[in-house]
């Protein structure tokens, strides 16, 4: 990496390392990440992620660790309704199983080796028996008698634990008030501790790569997702069971309160980091709030974001230069796109009344978002706006992009078809093309 990439890298990542900063992520992953063998780097991330501030929840499973146990005990494997049955005997596996991945995640989390990324990091781990359980019982005339469900968190206990700086670790076992051991799933484990931390994100690391799941052309950006479309994709037929699980879980989980679920692929190098540490991320997210992309009027507050915008535009010769103070008086004509509290997009109506027409100007996307119909979806705002105030047409000023105005509607005008203050205005030099819609 050259010192300038890095350098850019470093203040690209800066506003995620200060809004997570004291935030409360739960993040979740199976007994297969667990038995990868890149899990050494998985463990320096997490570590990272604590030293960068963020409070950690860790919630492991174990699946293929309690199917060597049971394959190594000669029992067998049974499942009802995508349950495992838990039996004595199984049980034994599973708290072999948990018991013994439970202390190797600890013994890699006290790594403080020089020569590895956890120099220096000297972390500290509490676990404990915060997960309360009951029985699931008797689901289609089959007794699961070990096997459990979630009955309740104990909050205060991981506040406490988090409050003192501490990496919290969960597995997939509950405890009954009667003493029982229970085998439970870790996704609803997980779940259920973000839903009672009220945490900030809730985070699966999957065997398989969420980025890359075909999801229906309707749903949009397809690393970043609304609730309402990833309870559509859940009935997708080409989705794995196992997919679907975890995707069942991150809308459960949104469903209660979590605002951002996010689903990672375990295979990615630094998968983590860069989901949480860049605007796009590499896997999917499903957030609760509408306003993670947004439309909408800009205030005073968005002149930096739109200045941003087309800046660069301007030094290129696409737009006549705007000064800072002149774009404060104009920043209420101005509609902009937010991702993530982040400028993406942006136009301006001005408004003629005497001519009932008004004009469309400082179009810019960033390059980021380029041909995504971001640029359409301001142009129809724009449209819908000026029919509100009585106009009759649109009209822009483009040396540079006449064909997607040409492609949305406009035609070919002439400089005596402008209202006269424009015409007055009009500069020769730049020679712009005159481009008119009717409304």
Same mark, same amino acid.
């Given at each position: ?12 990542? #800066?506003?995620?390392? !200060?809004? !997570? ?15 990868? $063998?890149?899990? /050494? ?8 992620? =604590? ?58 989390? *006290? ?5 590895? $990324? ?10 404990? +028996? ?26 205060? *206990?991981?506040? /406490?634990?988090? #409050? ?18 229970? +085998? ?7 779940? #259920? ?44 037929? =080409? ?68 200045? *941003? ?30 991702? /993530? ?6 136009? #301006?109506?001005?408004?003629? $009344? ?11 996307? !960033? ?32 040396? =540079?992009?006449? !064909? ?12 005596? /078809? ?8 009009? +500069?020769?030099?730049?020679? *712009? ?7």
């Amino acid at each position: 990496m050259k010192p300038t990439d890095f350098v850019s890298a470093l203040r690209g990542c #800066a506003p995620y390392v !200060h809004a !997570h900063n004291g935030s409360v992520f739960v993040v979740a992953f199976g007994g297969e990440v667990a038995a990868r $063998p890149d899990f /050494d780097a998985f463990i320096y991330d997490l570590a990272l992620l =604590h030293s960068l501030g963020v409070k950690l929840v860790l919630v492991h499973g174990a699946r293929p660790q309690i199917d060597k146990q049971l394959e190594l005990n000669s029992l067998k494997t049974v499942y009802n309704h995508g349950l495992r049955v838990t039996d004595r005997a199984a049980l034994e596996c599973v708290k072999a199983a948990a018991g013994a991945l439970r202390m190797d995640i600890e013994a890699k989390l *006290s790594t403080g080796l020089a020569s590895t $990324p956890m120099g220096g990091a000297q972390l500290r781990v509490a676990s404990g +028996n915060w997960v309360t359980a009951r029985p699931v019982g008797v689901r289609g005339g089959v007794d699961h008698q070990h096997t459990g469900e979630v009955r309740r968190i104990d909050v205060d *206990s991981l506040h /406490d634990v988090l #409050a003192q700086d501490r990496i919290a670790l969960l597995s997939n076992t509950g405890y009954s008030p009667t003493g029982e051991i229970f +085998n439970l799933r870790h996704e609803d484990v997980a779940t #259920a501790t973000a839903q009672a931390l009220g945490a900030d994100k809730l985070i699966f690391v999957v065997p398989s790569d969420p980025d890359h799941w075909k999801l229906a052309e309707d749903t949009g950006d397809d690393g970043q997702i609304s609730l309402v479309v990833a309870e559509k994709l859940l009935t997708a037929k =080409h989705l794995k069971d196992q997919d679907r699980a975890y995707l069942q879980a991150g809308i459960t989980a949104s469903r209660g309160g979590v605002k951002r679920v996010h689903l990672v692929g375990a295979d990615k190098d630094g998968a983590l980091l860069r989901e949480l540490y860049t605007r796009d991320g590499v896997g999917l997210m499903l957030y609760a709030d509408e306003d993670y992309e947004s439309t909408r009027q800009a205030t005073i507050e968005d002149v930096g974001g739109v200045l *941003s915008l087309i800046k660069p535009l301007e030094q290129a010769g696409v737009l006549v230069p705007r000064s800072r103070e002149q774009l404060e008086l104009d920043i209420e004509n101005f509609s902009i796109i937010v991702r /993530d509290g982040t400028a993406i997009a942006c136009c #301006a109506l001005f408004p003629f $009344p005497q001519n009932q027409m008004g004009e469309l100007a400082c179009v810019a996307v !960033h390059p980021d978002y380029q041909s995504a119909g971001r640029a359409a979806a301001l142009l129809k705002r724009v449209e819908a706006e000026a029919k509100k105030r009585k106009l009759k047409k649109l009209f822009s000023l483009t040396t =540079h992009t006449p !064909h997607w105005f040409i492609e949305h509607g406009f035609e070919r005008g002439k400089i005596k /078809d402008l209202p006269v203050q424009k015409q007055r205005l009009y +500069n020769y030099q730049r020679n *712009s093309l005159v481009l008119i819609k009717s409304l």
